[in-house]
Structures are given as C-alpha cells and as structure tokens.
C-alpha cells in the first residue's frame, strides 16, 4: 500500500507564490517518477510538472514560474509556483509510479485546492 499526501495548498493573490508538498509513504522499494497534475472544474485534468531522474518536463503554461523538486531520500516532491495567474486556479494532484513488491504503480494523491484570486 502507497500513499500520497498534499500539502501546501491555498489563497493567494495573482503574482503571489506557493509552495505545494507531497510526501509519500508505505510498501516503497523506490520511486521512478514524481508529478503534479490539475483539474480546474469542467476541465481535464492536466499534467503541470514530473521529474524522473532528475530530469523535468514541464506543461508550457507554467515555464519559467514553477519549479519542481524531489529529495528522494525522504520520498518528497515539491512544486514551488511563483507568479500565480488566476487561471492557476485548479485542484494539484500529486502523482507517483512507485516500484513495490507488485511491479510498477501508479498512485494519486487526493489534491490539494489552490485559488488565485485577489
């Protein structure tokens, strides 16, 4: 059993920053990949930022005012977002594919809401 917990969500004004946190923790042998999705309503949801071995993709919507994360040795991923635009405004989901003893995994946490709104 995995699990995800989100941390860090919340209000802020357009231009202000937040810090998202996601730590994951249970049967863990290792992790291959990290991220953060979002879903604003009536909208899909969407992939925002991963990091796999180091290296980081990106949605072009946030280049350049998010940065993503890892300390793999706490099993931690973090989203820092500066330069928050109201159409930021979604719940972040976290997202790991996580080696356990039943093969390759995939698991979300349950989100965490962040509004931009002045």
């Known amino acids: 059993q995995v699990q995800l917990v989100e941390s860090g969500g919340g209000l802020v004004q357009p231009g202000g920053s937040l810090r998202l946190s996601c730590a994951a923790s249970g049967s863990i042998l290792s992790i291959s990949l990290m991220g953060w999705y979002r879903q604003a309503p009536g909208k899909q949801r969407e992939l925002v930022a991963t990091i796999s071995g180091g290296k980081t993709i990106y949605v072009d919507s946030v280049k350049g005012r998010f940065t993503i994360s890892t300390d793999n040795a706490k099993d931690t991923v973090d989203l820092q977002m500066n330069s928050l635009k109201p159409e930021d405004t979604s719940v972040y989901y976290c997202?790991?594919?996580?080696?356990?003893?039943?093969?390759?995994?995939?698991?979300w946490g349950l989100g965490t809401q962040v509004t931009v709104s002045s």
């Open positions: 997202h790991a594919a996580v080696w356990t003893k039943s093969g390759l995994t995939l698991h």
